[in-house]
C-alpha cells in the first residue's frame, strides 16, 4: 500500500494541475500531518504560498484547489481553515484498511528507501590510552540509532569507529613507558586500561614540563610513523588495551562498529597536502603548511588557517578528516558522510569540509552532515563528574544503571508477592538498566544538554524506557491470560474502529513510516522517542477505556489486533533505538 502521505501529495499535485495548469506541475503541494488533531490529520498549506504568482486569495485558491481534489475513496470532505489552509480527515474504513495491511506485513508496511544511498556514519570514535567518556557514550548511543534506522530503510550503511589511535599522544606514551615500565611495551596485558589511562596522564605531564622529554617524544611518533618495529610493536599492544576495554561497552550496549581508526589514512595524508599544493591552495605560516579559512577568524580579527602540515612535518586531526573524507568518497563510494560527535568539533568538520570544496573533493551529489549534540550534565547542572571529580567511567556508569534498576525490580517483585528465577531478575535488570541510559539520551534533542538522573531514566512514568517496556509487557499478558495466538489472528482478521481512542490509536498507529522518514532526514531520533511515547500513551489510554478479552466479537479480535499491532510497533521502533523488548518484567 501506497503511504498516506505519498497518496496525499500526488493527488494535490493533480489538484494543483487540473485547477491551475501545467505550470504549477512539479510545485511542492505542501502537505503535512495536521499540527493539531482538531484540525483533522493532515493539513495541505500551498494556497498561502501561491498568492503571489497566481494573484488571488489564498481562500479562493483552496477552493480551487479542493474543487479538482479527488480523494473521497480514503478522505472525508476537506475543510478550509484560517488563511487557507486546507484540512482533511481519513475516513475511519481507509485507517482500517491500512492497518489490516500493517499486520499482514512482517515490516509493518515500512516502505524502503526510493533511493537507497550509501552512507557512511562516523561515531562512537574513542581515543586509543584514554577513557571512553560520556561524549563517546553519546555518541555510539546516537550513531548507533541511527545506522539502525537507515539500515532498516535499505540504505547501505558503513559504520566506522574513527578511533584515535595515532599521532603525537604515542611519541609520549611510549617514551614515558620506556623509562617507566618497559615490560608494558613487550609483553601483551600487563596493563590494565586503568593503569594505561595514569601513565597517559603522567605522560603529558612531563611533556608539558620537560624540554628533553619532549625532543624524545617527538623522535618516538617520527619512528613510530616511519613504521619502526618496535615502536609499532609497543603501539599495536596498547591499542589492544584499550580497545579490549571498548569492547565490553560496544558488547554490553549491542552495538557493532568497524575500528578503522586515524592511523588507516596514514599514508593517505602526504598525498593529501601535496594535492592540496598542486591546486596552489597551500600557504606556508610559521612553517606550517596551511590553507587559509573564509568566515573564521583569530581574536584580533585576522583569517584563521587550518593547519594541515606542522613545521615538524606531522600531520594532525584535521589532515586525517581530510583523507579519511577523500576515502569515503572515492573508495566507499559514499553518498552520504554522517559525522556524530560533540558540538565543540562544529568548527572542525566545517573548516576540513570548506577546504575540501575548495579542492573540489566533494562531489555535487555527496551530502556531508554534522551531527552535533549536547553535553551530558550531572543534577547540579555541571558536566557529568564523579563525587571525586573524575570524568564517570561509562563501565561505571551502565552497571550502576543496572543495579539500580535490579533493586527497582526486587522492591517491586516483593511488593506485588511475585517470586522470578535469578535468570529472569538478572536479565530483565539489564535490559531495563540498559534501555534505560540509551532512552534517556535519544528522547532529549541531541543539540541539547541533558541532565543524566538514574531517577527519571528508570521511572516506569513519563517518557521512559520503562514506561515504554511496559506497554509492549502489557500486551504480553493479555495473551498469555487469553491464551491469544497473535499469529493465527493476524492472517485474516478484520479491524473495527468504533470507540474514539480505537480510532486515535489507529491514526498513530499509521505513523511510523512517515516518522522514520523524518528521523532518517534529520538525523533526531528524538522524533521516533517521542512517537513511541505517544503510541504508548494513546494505547493505554484505549486500554483502560476499551475491553479486550471481554469484549465481545468480532470487536474483541480487532481489539486483540490492536493491541498486537501496538506491541509490534513499538518493538520494532525500539530496536531502531537499539532497545530490545522484555516479555514480562
Ligand atoms: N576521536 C575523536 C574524539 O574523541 C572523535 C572523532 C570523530 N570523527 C572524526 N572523523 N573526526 O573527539
Known amino acids: 500500500m501506497e503511504p498516506t502521505l505519498e497518496k496525499l501529495k500526488s493527488k494535490f499535485d493533480k489538484a494543483l494541475v487540473a485547477a491551475f495548469g501545467q505550470n504549477l506541475a512539479g510545485t511542492d503541494p505542501i502537505v503535512v500531518p495536521a499540527s493539531n488533531p482538531k484540525f483533522g490529520d493532515y493539513q495541505c498549506n500551498v494556497a498561502m504560498s501561491l498568492a503571489k504568482k497566481l494573484k488571488d486569495k489564498p481562500r479562493a485558491i483552496a477552493t480551487q484547489i479542493i474543487d479538482n481534489l479527488d480523494i473521497t475513496d480514503f478522505c472525508?470532505?476537506?475543510?478550509?481553515?484560517?488563511?487557507?489552509?486546507?484540512?482533511?480527515?481519513l475516513k475511519p474504513e481507509y485507517i482500517e484498511t491500512c492497518l489490516e495491511a500493517i499486520i499482514k506485513d512482517k515490516?509493518?508496511?515500512?516502505?524502503?528507501?526510493?533511493?537507497?544511498?550509501?552512507?557512511?556514519?562516523d561515531f562512537s570514535s574513542p581515543n586509543i590510552a584514554k577513557e571512553m567518556h560520556v561524549g563517546h557514550l553519546r555518541s555510539t548511543i546516537i550513531g548507533d540509532s541511527l545506522a539502525r534506522v537507515l539500515e532498516f530503510q535499505g540504505h547501505d550503511v558503513l559504520r566506522l569507529n574513527h578511533v584515535g589511535d595515532w599521532g603525537t599522544q604515542f611519541g609520549m606514551l611510549i617514551t614515558y613507558l620506556r623509562e617507566a615500565f618497559?615490560?608494558?611495551?613487550k609483553t601483551a596485558d600487563v596493563l590494565d586500561i586503568g593503569d594505561l589511562v595514569a601513565f597517559y596522564k603522567q605522560s603529558k605531564k612531563r611533556f608539558d614540563e620537560d624540554e628533553n622529554f619532549k625532543e624524545k617524544s617527538r623522535k618516538e611518533v617520527v619512528s613510530l610513523q616511519a613504521g619502526a618495529e618496535d615502536s609499532n610493536y609497543a603501539w599495536q599492544l596498547l591499542c589492544n588495551q584499550s580497545r579490549r576495554e571498548f569492547k565490553v561497552i560496544y558488547d554490553l550496549l549491542?552495538?557493532?562498529?568497524?575500528?578503522?581508526?586515524?592511523?588507516?589514512?596514514?599514508?593517505?595524508?602526504?598525498?593529501?597536502?601535496?594535492g592540496l599544493n598542486k591546486l596552489g591552495l597551500l600557504e606556508e605560516n610559521d612553517g606550517a603548511q596551511c590553507v587559509f579559512?573564509?568566515?573564521?577568524?583569530?581574536?584580533?580579527?585576522?583569517?584563521?588557517?587550518?593547519?594541515?602540515?606542522?613545521?615538524?612535518?606531522?600531520y594532525n586531526y584535521a589532515t586525517t578528516d581530510l583523507a579519511a573524507l577523500v576515502h569515503r568518497i572515492e573508495k566507499e563510494e559514499a553518498n552520504r558522510l554522517i559525522y556524530v560527535t560533540d558540538s565543540g568539533q562544529a568548527n572542525h568538520f566545517a573548516q576540513v569540509w570548506?577546504?575540501?570544496?575548495?579542492?573540489?573533493?566533494?562531489?555535487?551529489?555527496?551530502?556531508?552532515?554534522?551531527?552535533?549534540?549536547?553535553?551530558?550534565?550531572?543534577?547540579?547542572?555541571?558536566?557529568?563528574?564523579?563525587?571525586?571529580?573524575?570524568?564517570?567511567?561509562?563501565?561505571?556508569?551502565?552497571?550502576?544503571?543496572?543495579?539500580?534498576?535490579?533493586?527497582?525490580?526486587?522492591?517491586?517483585?516483593?511488593e506485588e508477592n511475585r517470586s522470578e528465577s535469578e535468570e529472569f531478575i538478572e536479565n530483565a535488570a539489564r535490559v531495563v538498566g540498559l534501555s534505560a541510559v540509551k532512552y534517556a539520551d535519544l528522547s532529549q534533542n541531541r543539540n541539547s544538554n541533558y541532565v543524566f538522573s538514574f531517577d527519571k531514566m528508570l521511572a516506569l512514568q513519563g517518557n521512559t524506557a520503562p514506561y515504554l517496556l511496559y506497554a509492549y509487557v502489557r500486551v504480553q499478558g493479555i495473551a498469555r491470560k487469553g491464551e491469544i495466538n497473535f499469529e493465527m489472528l493476524r492472517k485474516d482478521g478484520k479491524i473495527i474502529l468504533q470507540d474514539e481512542q480505537e480510532l486515535v490509536l489507529g491514526k498513530h498507529l499509521l505513523q511510523l513510516n512517515e516518522v522514520l522518514?523524518?528521523?532518517?532526514?534529520?538525523?533526531?531520533?528524538n522524533r521516533l522517542c517521542e512517537y513511541l511515547y505517544e503510541l504508548s500513551e494513546k494505547f493505554n489510554k484505549f486500554f483502560e477505556n476499551c475491553p479486550v478479552l471481554k469484549s465481545e466479537e468480532p470487536l474483541r479480535?480487532?481489539?486483540?489486533?490492536?493491541?498486537?499491532?501496538?506491541?509490534?510497533?513499538?518493538?520494532?521502533?525500539?530496536?531502531?533505538?537499539?532497545?530490545?523488548?522484555?516479555e514480562r518484567m
Not at 515490516?107 to 556514519?121: C, E, G, H, M, Y
Not at 618497559?182 to 611495551?185: G, Y
Not at 579559512?293 to 606531522?314: A, C, R, Y
Not at 480487532?558 to 533505538?577: F, N, P, Y
Open 293 to 314: 579559512l573564509e568566515g573564521f577568524t583569530n581574536k584580533e580579527g585576522e583569517p584563521l588557517p587550518l593547519i594541515v602540515q606542522k613545521s615538524d612535518g606531522g
Open 254 to 274: 549491542d552495538i557493532k562498529l568497524n575500528e578503522r581508526g586515524e592511523s588507516f589514512y596514514n599514508s593517505m595524508l602526504s598525498g593529501i597536502v601535496e
Open 354 to 414: 570548506q577546504v575540501a570544496k575548495k579542492a573540489d573533493w566533494i562531489p555535487e551529489n555527496v551530502e556531508v552532515v554534522h551531527v552535533p549534540f549536547g553535553l551530558v550534565l550531572g543534577e547540579d547542572g555541571k558536566k557529568l563528574k564523579t563525587r571525586s571529580g573524575e570524568t564517570v567511567r561509562l563501565r561505571d556508569l551502565l552497571d550502576e544503571s543496572i543495579n539500580k534498576a535490579r533493586n527497582d525490580l526486587e522492591k517491586r517483585l516483593k
Open 76 to 89: 472525508l470532505s476537506p475543510e478550509i481553515a484560517g488563511p487557507g489552509f486546507i484540512n482533511i480527515s
Open 557 to 582: 479480535t480487532s481489539r486483540l489486533l490492536l493491541c498486537d499491532v501496538t506491541a509490534r510497533t513499538l518493538k520494532l521502533g525500539l530496536s531502531l533505538l537499539g532497545i530490545s523488548v522484555l
Open 107 to 121: 515490516r509493518l508496511n515500512i516502505s524502503p528507501a526510493k533511493n537507497p544511498q550509501r552512507v557512511v556514519i
Open 517 to 525: 522518514n523524518i528521523v532518517s532526514v534529520e538525523l533526531l531520533p
Open 182 to 185: 618497559p615490560e608494558a611495551l
